[in-house]
């Protein structure tokens, strides 16, 4: 029983620090663990490859901005959206792994929403893939919450006193999706020109989506 | 008490690292893996991971768990590879001295003539043909368990004032310390979600309610708002929270 608890509660002591038997180049760390996986058959390395093909080059921002034109165009989209987003995500086949619950928030003049996780990086991969560094900085996960504003301006973004700013900290599995507000000046725009303007820092709220010239 | 992970709030922290063109503006673009390295870092991690032997609170712990020296100066990837190893270990799928072999053979540069030409895989083993499937449906939290929530939406509620891990010391929780024993409001209640303090340490599922609850920024910050009018929202677990009459 005492040596399940040790176990348990992350206490390895047998080898509390097998990871420090790593060497200190994180590259042959990296390479080290991957060719005992490897040997032993645990992992396979055309599964490797097909997981960073599949988020290099097909599961990115671009998903996510195609959701947010839909929105846009489409009220009654908007309004599924809004009720249950991982239904309404899934209708353009976006699902899945960090994202299997999704909640969109709504940009509106008076209520600006940003997400963070301050704990770990939870980040709806379906809609927009791997974070990026900033997301997840200490820097970010630390300061977001305490002084959003002061954030939102190292982007580049100065938003009116009077509008409100909710934070939303990602502390369990549901994943958030900001819906930015559609730039002036775009009401003859077909969906695919408006998700062209719709940019992956405009859908976690420190950017808002491009203006057009 | 808390762990280095649990930052949300802290001093100390400088700037974001905001990626800037040459004209200082801020771009949108980051190449998914900056290096290869952390490519392979992360997709061995979940194909690891995909072996069934642990779950993602399992997971997150033992990142959380690592030395606080360790935790500060490794980057991202670093902390990944780090945990992962240690779990490996701890669930028997490799042994230290397996580790230490291929270690040194990484230093000295022969680690390539030891790779098998003939592996047999492992029936666990996470094969490219299913990769697809399987992140399609993903690891779905919710249970559709019989429990129904104690707090309705619009109820006022305060948050447990220590860590609410009543099994555990020094165990796994997703209350952050930054809004311990603050007052918030019921924003919404979003089904029964697998409970990770007793996921994360092998004590089941324990499926429960899940509520967003909203705390208004001069609740958590006090008169260091930057304006009363912001609002926090975190998703929260019914054990983290108390009633409190309206």
């Known amino acids: ?18 990871h420090s038997h790593l060497p200190s180049d994180p590259e042959l760390r990296v390479k080290a663990v991957e060719t005992l996986l490897l040997n032993k058959g645990l992992i396979d390395s055309k599964t490797l490859d097909e997981l960073i093909d599949t988020y290099e080059n097909r599961i990115g921002p671009k998903n996510g901005a195609n959701v947010v034109a839909k929105a846009w165009v489409d009220p009654e989209y908007k309004k599924r959206l809004l009720i249950d987003a991982t239904s309404a995500i899934r209708e353009l086949s976006y ?17 600006h929403n940003v997400i963070v996780c301050t704990l770990c990086s939870c980040y709806p991969w379906p809609v927009l893939g791997i974070p990026p560094t900033w997301y997840k900085s200490d820097e970010y996960r630390s300061r977001t919450v305490r002084e959003p504003r002061k954030v939102l301006l190292e982007f580049g973004l100065s938003l009116d006193p009077k509008v409100q700013i909710k934070v939303w900290d990602s502390t369990a599995e549901i994943r958030y999706l900001v819906l930015p507000m559609r730039p002036k000046g775009t009401e003859d725009m077909g969906e695919s020109e408006l998700a062209e303007l719709v940019t992956r820092n405009s859908m976690i709220g420190t950017g808002l989506p491009k203006e057009i010239k | 008490m808390s762990r280095l992970h649990d930052m949300g709030g802290r001093f100390g922290d400088g700037s974001i690292p905001v990626p ?67 779990l490996l270990i701890d669930k028997e799928l490799i042994s230290l001295n397996e580790l230490k072999e291929y270690v040194s053979a990484a230093k000295n540069g022969t680690i390539d003539n030891i790779i098998e030409k003939e592996i047999i895989l492992d029936e666990r083993t996470w094969l490219a043909k299913d990769v697809q499937k399987t992140l399609g449906w993903g690891g779905p939290s919710i249970r559709d368990v019989n429990v129904s929530p104690v707090f309705n939406i619009g109820d006022k509620v305060i948050t447990q004032n220590y860590s609410p891990n009543k099994d555990i010391t020094g165990g796994h929780t997703r209350l ?57 929202l975190l998703d929260l677990w019914e054990p983290y929270l108390k009633p409190l009459p309206n």
């Open chain 1, 1 to 18: 029983m005492i040596e399940k608890k040790k176990i348990a509660d992350g206490h390895h002591h047998s080898h509390d620090h097998a």
């Open chain 1, 95 to 111: 699902q899945g792994r960090q994202g299997e619950n999704m909640v969109v928030v709504e940009n509106t003049p008076e209520i």
């Open chain 2, 20 to 86: 800037r063109n040459d004209e200082n503006e801020v771009v949108n673009f980051e190449p998914t893996f900056k290096y290869d390295w952390h490519a392979r870092a992360w997709a061995i991690t979940l194909a690891a991971g995909a072996l069934g032997e642990w779950n993602i609170d399992v997971s997150r712990h033992y990142r959380e768990c690592l030395p606080p020296k360790d935790y500060i100066n490794f980057s991202y990837y670093e902390k990944w590879l780090a945990a992962l190893v240690n």
């Open chain 2, 176 to 232: 952050p310390k930054y809004a311990m024993g603050r007052v918030g409001v019921i924003h919404s209640y979003n089904n029964n979600h697998v409970f990770p303090d007793k996921n994360a340490h092998g004590l089941g599922e324990n499926p429960l309610p899940l509520y967003t609850v909203e705390f208004k920024s001069s609740e958590l910050w006090g008169e260091l708002a930057e304006s009363q009018n912001d609002s926090i």
